[in-house]
């Protein structure tokens, strides 16, 4: 089941926070945040194992909660280069790789 | 860091012919690979799990015969669209799995089909 992401687009000045949720109607195994470039590949972020567990990579970091249904990721002090599309993704099952993406969060960061 | 090669990166075809799009892991096995359908601005559709040695496991609603999906050793995933249609074109893209555990999926480049 394909997990819940919003918004669907969000546009940033350059420096300034925004957040992306994702969220499940049951407990995952793992959570990935990946973002894509127009025309490109998805390119890993992070990956997200335990409930209550938080990660970084740069100034992008992402949160998964206790209950392992919902993570955020948190796009701090934005940069050109952040813009792109954001999908999490899920892995429902124990069969590692098996993955369900969002429908993906466009962000726009402007000068 | 672990290198998933995709082949080729755009191909054009003609409606009814077959393309086959390959998925090489470069610097490590990949007992298991995955390959996804993209369409333009959305998000990437699961078609198929491909492991090494044994038959595809394909997502509901994906033609195995239309998908041909042959994982013939553990670095080598090919993905072949057989009777190509206009509706098939789309951003294919596979990835790779080193193992299973605590590890990452690392992505092909993608190939795009286009069928006239």
């Known amino acids: 089941q394909q997990p819940v992401q919003s918004p669907q687009a969000v546009i940033l000045r350059e420096g300034e926070d925004a957040v992306i949720n994702c969220s499940s109607s049951?407990?995952?195994?793992?959570v990935h945040w990946y973002r894509q470039k127009h025309g490109e590949a998805p390119v890993f972020l992070m990956i997200?194992?335990?409930?209550?567990e938080q990660k970084g990579h740069e100034k992008i970091s992402a949160s998964f909660n206790e209950k392992k249904q919902q993570s955020s990721l948190y796009l701090t002090a934005s940069q050109l280069s952040y813009s792109g599309t954001y999908f999490c993704?899920?892995?429902?099952?124990?069969?590692?790789?098996?993955?369900?993406f969002g429908a993906g969060t466009q962000v726009v960061v402007t000068p | 860091g672990a290198v998933v090669s995709q082949h080729p990166s755009r191909v054009i075809c003609k409606s009814g012919t077959s393309v086959k799009i390959e998925c090489r892991s470069l610097?490590?096995?990949?007992?298991?690979m995955f390959w996804y359908r993209q369409f333009p601005k959305q998000s990437l559709m699961l078609m198929a799990t491909?492991?090494?040695?044994?038959?595809?496991?394909?997502e509901q609603g994906v033609e195995k015969d239309k998908f041909l999906i042959n994982h013939a050793s553990l670095t080598l995933s090919t993905l072949t669209v057989t009777s190509a249609h206009p509706e098939d074109s789309s951003f294919y893209i596979c990835?790779?799995?080193?193992?299973?555990?605590?590890?990452?999926?690392?992505f092909g480049a993608g190939s795009r089909l286009t069928v006239l």
């Open positions: 990835s790779a799995t080193q193992s299973s555990g605590a590890n990452v999926l690392t």
């Open positions: 049951k407990a995952l195994y793992s």
């Open positions: 997200l194992l335990k409930g209550g």
């Open positions: 993704a899920s892995q429902e099952t124990d069969s590692w790789g098996k993955l369900q």
């Open positions: 610097d490590f096995q990949a007992t298991t």
């Open positions: 491909s492991n090494e040695g044994s038959k595809a496991t394909y």
